[in-house]
């Protein structure tokens, strides 16, 4: 009989083939107390594990195929690093001194402290990086149990073709598996903005996460269907339903193999409408990819990778030159530096202390722009360093998270103050440079007008503005069902944006993942949006969409959208109608 479970897509793409299945995330720890004469040898038994877990990590970087066109060791690298951080070196050995506990209880008890910390952060992005930190504490726990390494030890041959079916996996793993030649995976655990499932978008491994209990349903020798585009696994298959996805992968094998002669091509409708196509980049060498595939330029670049794995913000200096550096890979393609998206990190938190009441609820709280003016001096060394770097390329600065026009005056007015700063330095900036901001909130989408004459364009970022319009965590798994980018609220939120820029006479960008989705490609063309900004593996996708689609032709389709009452109707509309 055939099972079918249904998970969370988030790398596209069809597998056929056995399945392996990984127990290894099911670690028990002992915990007990030790004598006082055990300390030592417990203390060297804990330090022997961070070094070896380092050497572990060390070879798999050293594994990493040329070839592999992102900075994967970047991924690798994070977790080095936190075999660094005293965090996971010094604080559990305290532990073990303190309360005169085994290794593995005291890393335990330092993993549950350090998790909490991240629970309590707004930012999806941030908050999927507790993910790291159980995959380091495993590591170490597995070495202190002398339990087997993950894949490492595994064949080489053994895993090629072969559907892997795990609770959860390390970005190392994920690294490896792509070298070993797997079809696809699966995973019970994990959200699609994990650093494993941006990794399976970029290495182009059809994958699926949230696919709860599945090791319960799935045996090892199954055999299996995954369909990373819709989220589906099918177990044992019939013949009838195994030859139709033969077809189907074939198809869409054709389909990515066609899309690359696009890379040069105009991203331009039928009708002649010029859209522009830019990329989203967050590691300084994922600009590789943007030129891979053609982008005009970068949308939106995240910078919160260079306040992460480290005990102080970094420099003016250091971030002048990492955006000298992207500029310099560009070779002339223009940059939107986004500033500072933080959530509640520690200063966050020190400041929700302050003011009582947001650290309950931090996707509502101390994050973005609205921490970046409470911490100036987080704030200026980031602005002066893109103001010096727009004198070396084109950069644009976008700022995140804008809900009030005094936000917008306060940033306008120190970036001003900092320009005052770099002439009487005698230090060289762009005078035009471009600042927008970003539309996630509601509050903002419904007075785009106001923000649009004060700022020179706009970027819509739906992965929050769906949030904050549905009043739903967007990583909370058990509300994620109302996670809709096609309910009628959003669509209009959407529309006001691109009008109010419209009107004002300056360009509105889409930065968020609703950008990427190719389901939605012609419903955004119809509502008026012109500038794309998505995840490089989606771009030339997104581009062949456009470049099939009458724009002209979309005006009676949109009329029926904007009068739908729901999101399940607008979603049949669209699924109706076929437009050339
Ligand atoms: C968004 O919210 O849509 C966005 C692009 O920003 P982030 O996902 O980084 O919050
Ligand atoms: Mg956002």
């Known amino acids: 009989m055939t099972i079918s479970l249904q998970g969370v897509s988030v790398s596209r793409g069809i597998a056929i083939g056995p399945v392996h299945i990984i127990q290894h995330d099911q670690i028990d720890v002992r915990e007990y107390n030790i004598e006082r004469t055990q300390l030592e040898d417990e203390i060297s038994r804990f330090n022997d594990a961070i070094a070896n877990a380092r050497q572990q990590l060390r070879a798999i970087r050293d594994h990493i195929p040329s070839s592999t066109s992102v900075d994967i060791s970047a991924f690798i690298d994070t977790h080095l690093l936190m075999l660094e951080d005293i965090a996971l070196t010094e604080e559990p050995k305290r532990i ?201 330029g970068v949308g939106l670049y995240r910078t919160e990778f260079l306040y992460m794995n480290r005990e102080s913000p970094p420099e003016e200096e250091e ?81 995140p998270m804008l809900t009030n026009t005094q936000e917008m005056q306060q940033v306008l007015q120190m970036i001003d103050d900092l320009k005052a700063g770099l002439d009487a330095d005698s230090i060289a900036y762009d005078p035009d440079i471009q600042i927008g901001g970003m539309i996630e909130v509601p509050a903002a989408a419904i007075c785009a ?39 009628p609220a959003v669509l209009r939120l959407i529309q006001t944006t691109i009008k109010a820029g419209e009107k004002a006479k300056i360009p509105v960008a889409m930065c968020g993942e609703m950008a990427g989705e190719i389901e939605y490609t012609q419903l955004l063309l119809g509502l008026g949006l012109r500038e794309f900004s998505v995840h490089p593996a989606s771009l030339l996708e997104v581009k062949k969409i456009i470049n099939d689609t009458n724009i002209s032709k979309l005006s009676k389709l949109m009329k029926k959208v904007l009068n739908a009452s729901s999101g399940n109707e607008i979603k049949a509309l669209l699924q109706q109608t076929q437009l050339k």
């Open 96 to 296: 073990i001194k303190e309360q005169l506990c085994n290794a593995e209880w005291a890393l335990k008890l330092q993993r549950d402290a350090l998790v909490s910390v991240f629970d309590e952060m707004a930012d999806a992005y941030l908050s999927t990086r507790r993910d790291d930190v159980d995959h380091v504490v495993n590591r170490i726990l597995r070495l202190l149990l002398k339990q087997k390494p993950l894949l490492h030890e595994v064949p080489e041959d053994h895993l090629k073709n072969k559907i892997i079916i795990a609770g959860d996996l390390t970005p190392a793993d994920t690294v490896l598996m792509q070298h070993y030649g797997i079809a696809a995976f699966a995973t019970e655990f994990g959200g699609p903005t994990s650093h494993t499932a941006i990794l399976a978008r970029s290495l182009g491994i059809p994958a699926i996460v949230g696919l709860h209990n599945a090791r319960r349903f799935i045996k090892n020798s199954d055999q299996a269907i995954i369909d990373g585009s819709t989220g589906t696994v099918l177990i044992n298959p019939d013949k009838k339903t195994q030859l139709f996805y033969e077809k189907k992968q074939k198809e869409v094998k054709r389909y990515y193999s066609s899309l690359k002669k696009l890379k040069n091509a105009p991203t331009e409708s039928i009708d002649g409408i010029t859209v522009e196509l830019m990329a989203n980049i967050e590691l300084p060498k994922d600009f590789d990819t943007v030129r891979n595939v053609g982008a005009k």
């Open 449 to 487: 007008d106001i923000f649009a004459k004060k700022l020179d364009f706009l970027s819509i970022g739906t992965n929050d503005l769906i949030q904050y319009t549905m009043a739903i965590d967007r990583v909370n798994d058990e509300v994620n069902y109302l996670y809709d980018p096609l309910h």
């Open 319 to 399: 971030h002048f030159e990492t955006y000298i550096a992207v500029i310099k890979a560009l070779r002339g393609l223009p940059l939107t530096i986004r500033t500072l998206d933080l959530g509640a990190d520690k200063q966050v938190d020190g400041a929700g202390k302050q003011t009582g009441s947001v650290k309950s609820n931090p996707a509502l709280g101390l994050r973005a722009v609205r921490l970046c003016l409470r911490e100036p001096e987080l704030f200026r060394p980031q602005l002066r360093a893109m103001l010096r770097a727009s004198a070396h390329g084109p950069v644009r600065i976008m700022v």
